[in-house]
């Protein structure tokens, strides 16, 4: 059974960095690509970044660009989200999410979800 685990959430300053993992068990995520996506309250959620699953591309939101990098580390079958520079708007329930094939920008597209973890960013 497919199961993604995400981590590392919790409350940040303004300006600050946070580092989520999201953690794979019941299968490889090799061959997999992985989305980091993110739902606001009373917002749609949207995909802030994502990784192919040859590890060869990367895509992110305008929004994050520059600020947040995505990684993956297939021996431990993780992929990590560092976020730096944080801003109040970030705040949000941040989910993982895998595919077969490359990355896609629909919610729809992705096959499996982590359970999610609250980011919050705050003075």
């Known amino acids: 059974q497919l199961q993604l685990v995400e981590s590392g959430g919790g409350l940040v300053q303004p300006g600050g960095s946070l580092t989520v993992s999201c953690a794979a068990s019941?299968?490889?995520?090799?061959?997999?690509?992985i989305g980091w996506f993110r739902q606001a309250p009373g917002k749609e959620r949207e995909r802030v970044s994502c990784?192919?699953?040859?590890?060869?591309?990367?895509y992110y939101a305008d929004s994050v660009k520059g600020r947040f990098t995505i990684s993956r580390d297939n021996a431990k079958n993780t992929v990590f989200l560092q976020m730096n520079s944080l801003k109040p708007e970030d705040t949000a329930v941040y989910y993982c999410?895998?595919?077969?094939?490359?990355?896609?920008?629909?919610?729809?597209?992705?096959?499996?979800w982590g359970q999610g973890t609250q980011v919050t960013v705050s003075s």
């Open positions: 990784i192919s699953n040859r590890g060869g591309s990367t």
């Open positions: 999410a895998a595919r077969l094939g490359v990355c896609q920008t629909q919610v729809a597209r992705y096959d499996s």
């Open positions: 019941g299968f490889t995520l090799d061959g997999y690509s």
